[in-house]
């Protein structure tokens, strides 16, 4: 059910949405250094998240070179008599087909090699267009950051297969797993995309609409 | 470090309006049935929504959750088996080997996805809950409430279980791999989890908060 709008964002009308408990109050600026505080929860209040963009651009940035190292160095290493064989995210794909398990290779190429770039390429097209004012297809826009917020955590799949590997696989001499520097790289590009992602507010897609003789 | 609170916005009107998460957009609200959602007619966001019995059936469900938690913890997930030797693996010593191997910031990174945020929101969501069942509300509500929704994206049970899979599928090439009570419990927590999100209504728990004006 859609209920009956007003053609006006809270913002234009003075208004602050609590980030947490979404009750409306009337926005003013603090004090510089101070707070303005939900009267109901207490959180801190904002009319958009804080230095959206800066923090945005700095953490996609950052996801960007820590994905490099995360898709060279190896995540694990199999040591088995005396001889290790290094595996990399895309050696382990690789291992899979080989091995005919095609729904996990498949499952684990799109978890670990689709969604991280594919996440990286939507927060830097989210953030060109903020910054151009774009008023293409807000809706869309809109959804895509949705999407990319949601499907972020998926691609930790490696990182507990590596964990439990790890664990399990303790035969001395025989075989043993070693977890390698590109799993740490892997993961942080995980959790530095997921804070992107939190940092980012799609409210800032919609302020472009806000003026219309202004462009 | 100053604090001001926002000047009341009048009660009736306050109530009477919700933006959108999305794009911001004001709506007049609506009495809902139950188990009807409003959406933005803008961007499709969620607005609201009313549950039947929220805070009982989220209740039941997050203890059930926390029982599940406790055996998938306490039990092994797989059991390996090569040429006579076994070895078993549990959430924990997945954590404790990374760590061992100096590896901690990874240890640390799948402690908290796979441990510490699922627990945390369990026990923070019975802690608001069950008070508010027999008719009290608990210390500091609005503050554990809150960290509910900041757990969320972390507690990655889930994807946990997948990884685990993939793990299991590797390796039953080569050796025997026996899964364990965990495994079972960790796939019924996932959704006594998903089951509490999906009943959990927060505007009904906020509401229980009366505003300092
Ligand atoms: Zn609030
Ligand atoms: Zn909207």
């Known amino acids: ?215 | 470090m100053m604090n001001a609170n926002s000047p009341a916005f009048p009660p009736a009107a306050a109530d009477a309006l919700v933006a959108c998460h999305d794009c911001d957009l004001l709506y007049r609200k609506r009495p809902l049935r139950e188990g009807e959602k409003a959406r933005c007619g803008r961007c499709g966001a969620l607005l609201y929504a009313r549950k039947s019995n929220s805070i009982e059936r989220a209740l039941t469900l997050a203890l059930a959750a926390l029982i599940l938690f406790g055996l998938a913890n306490a039990f092994p997930l797989l059991d390996f088996q090569f040429q006579g030797r076994g070895q078993q693996s549990s959430v924990l010593s997945g954590v404790w080997e990374l760590y061992a191997q100096g590896m901690w910031a990874l240890a640390a990174v799948v402690f908290v996805a796979s441990i510490l945020a699922p627990l945390l929101k369990i026990l923070a969501l019975l802690y608001v809950l069950l008070p508010l069942r027999v008719g009290r509300r608990p210390w500091r509500m609005a503050w554990v409430f809150r960290w509910i929704e900041t757990l969320h994206p972390w507690a990655m049970t889930e994807v946990y279980l997948l990884g685990v899979l993939v793990a299991f599928v590797k390796l039953s090439d080569i050796a025997t791999i026996v899964p364990g009570v965990a495994l079972y419990s960790f796939a019924a927590l996932i959704v006594a989890m998903a089951a509490t999100d999906a009943a959990l209504e927060p505007e009904a728990i906020w509401e229980r908060l009366e505003t300092r004006r």
Do not use: Q
């Open chain 1, 1 to 215: 059910m859609t209920p009956s709008s007003l053609p006006i964002t809270a913002a234009r009308t003075g208004l602050v949405r609590c980030h947490a408990c979404h009750l409306l109050s009337r926005w003013k600026p603090p004090p510089s250094g101070g707070h303005l505080l939900c009267p109901r929860c207490g959180a801190d209040l904002h009319l958009r998240k804080p230095d959206s963009m800066a923090r945005a651009w700095a953490l996609t940035l950052a996801a960007f070179i820590l994905y490099i190292p995360a898709n060279t160095l190896p995540i694990m290493t199999v040591v088995s008599m005396g001889h290790g064989e290094p595996d990399t995210i895309l050696s382990g794909v690789r291992v899979l087909v080989a091995g005919g398990l095609w729904p996990l290779a498949l499952l684990v190429f799109f978890a670990s090699i689709v969604v991280p770039v594919l996440k990286l390429v939507a927060l830097t097209y989210l953030l060109v267009s903020v910054r151009r004012k774009s008023r293409w297809r807000p809706r869309d826009r809109t959804v895509l950051y949705r999407i990319t917020e949601a499907v972020g955590r998926w691609s930790m799949i490696d990182v507990f297969m590596i964990s439990i590997l790890v664990a399990l696989v303790k035969l001395g001499a025989i075989a043993t797993i070693e977890p390698g520097a590109g799993a740490l790289a892997f993961a942080a590009v995980v959790v530095v995309t997921m804070f992107a992602a939190m940092s980012f507010d799609p409210r800032l897609i919609w302020d472009a609409l806000e003026n219309p003789n202004e462009r």
